[in-house]
């Protein structure tokens, strides 16, 4: 079992920067790849990126364009998600997710491929 307690989000000019984080808990971190996903008000939960296991594949969503980052520090348990340049469409509730099931190198982007998930953080892009 592993618990992910997120942090970070919150409201943000249009143009600017946040950055979230996922902790998770146990010893087994480095063998789940990590995704972000989100999910806007009346919209299906969709991928933003993921990681493999030992952060050497990495992968986004088109919408990102090389805005955001995503990164983990298997010595402490924590995945995150650099977001610069955002826009008002990147309002939304962001989850984190663990998938336990993933090859070494590989990771997914459908979210029924994760085992756990974050409660999600909020993050409000104004202009």
């Known amino acids: 079992q592993v618990q992910l307690v997120q942090s970070g989000g919150g409201l943000v000019q249009a143009g600017g920067s946040l950055r979230l984080s996922c902790a998770a808990s146990?010893?087994?971190?480095?063998?789940?790849?990590m995704g972000w996903f989100r999910q806007a008000p009346g919209k299906e939960r969709e991928f933003v990126a993921a990681i493999s296991r030992s952060g050497g594949n990495t992968a986004y969503a088109d919408f990102v364009n090389g805005r955001f980052t995503i990164s983990r520090d298997n010595a402490k348990n924590t995945v995150y998600l650099q977001m610069n340049s955002l826009k008002f469409e990147d309002t939304a509730v962001y989850y984190c997710?663990?998938?336990?099931?993933?090859?070494?190198?590989?990771?997914?982007?459908?979210?029924?491929?994760?085992?756990?998930w974050g409660r999600g953080t909020q993050v409000t892009v104004f202009s």
């Open positions: 146990g010893r087994t971190f480095s063998t789940y790849a």
């Open positions: 997710a663990a998938d336990s099931r993933s090859y070494s190198y590989s990771y997914s982007y459908s979210p029924s491929e994760y085992d756990y």
